[in-house]
T-cell receptor, first 113, second 114 residues
Framework: DAKTTQPNSMESNEEEPVHLPCNHS???????IHWYRQLPSQGPEYVIH???SNVNNRMASLAIAEDRKSSTLILHRATLRDAAVYYC??????????????FGQGTELSVKP | EAQVTQNPRYLITVTGKKLTVTCSQN?????MSWYRQDPGLGLRQIYY???????DKGDVPEGYKVSRKEKRNFPLILESPSPNQTSLYFC?????????????FGPGTRLTVL
């Protein structure tokens, strides 16, 4: 199974940037890096994904290391609504049997007012 | 609004009483999937469907059935529920089941089997 490593928890202050790290040393060249988050009592929600280049969207930015063995999800200004469990997932041709997302334990982000 | 809906949201039932959890998406997605989420075990895939009439087992299919007669619907059937199927269930869909497509999740169904 595709394996990622994330810190169990992180804290942030409201309106400050948050950098959520992820290690994915077993990633292969065709694997995409996906981030999802799960707010309390809700289903997982897509955040962003990328292959090699850094990516930006309205929710966040994704910075991918040059060797692709790690990535960082960046929330530019954390809000209370960003408190959630953040999952880093890499998906590829081999690890993607059945189109499934292989969720690890994720990082629980808490945001302080 | 583009969404995945599930019904019911909460269900308490007894061992052996057949039940169906419905899932519907309005995005014309080809791919649909069911996951269960348990404390300490994370989310695990139960069944998936690449398109109408095409379904396949995920990682934990025992005790579950699915069908995909129309593109928008993907019901999860528990023919004879047991207490170990008490869990939080999520339906998901994406345009295709490929590695670059984002998946959209429903709000979840919390099932308790007594």
């Amino acid at each position: 199974d595709a394996k990622t490593t994330q810190p169990n928890s992180m804290e942030s202050n409201e309106e400050e940037p948050v950098h959520l790290p992820c290690n994915h040393s077993t990633i292969s060249g065709t694997d995409y890096i996906h981030w999802y988050r799960q707010l309390p009592s809700q289903g997982p929600e897509y955040v962003i994904h990328g292959l090699t280049s850094n990516v930006n969207n309205r929710m966040a930015s994704l910075a991918i290391a040059e060797d692709r063995k790690s990535s960082t999800l960046i929330l530019h200004r954390a809000t209370l609504r960003d408190a959630a469990v953040y999952y880093c997932i890499h998906r590829g041709v081999v690890s993607n049997q059945g189109g499934k997302l292989i969720f690890g334990q994720g990082t629980e982000l808490s945001v302080k007012p | 609004e583009a969404q995945v809906t599930q019904n019911p949201r909460y269900l308490i039932t007894v061992t052996g009483k057949k039940l169906t959890v419905t899932c519907s998406q309005n995005m014309n997605h080809e791919y649909m999937s069911w996951y269960r989420q348990d404390p300490g075990l994370g989310l695990r895939q139960i069944y998936y469907s690449m398109n109408v009439e095409v379904t396949d087992k995920g990682d934990v299919p025992e005790g579950y059935k699915v069908s995909r007669k129309e593109k928008r619907n993907f019901p999860l059937i528990l023919e004879s529920p047991s207490p170990n199927q008490t869990s939080l269930y999520f339906c998901a869909s994406s345009l295709y089941g490929s590695s670059y497509n984002e998946q959209f999740f429903g709000p979840g169904t919390r099932l308790t089997v007594l």
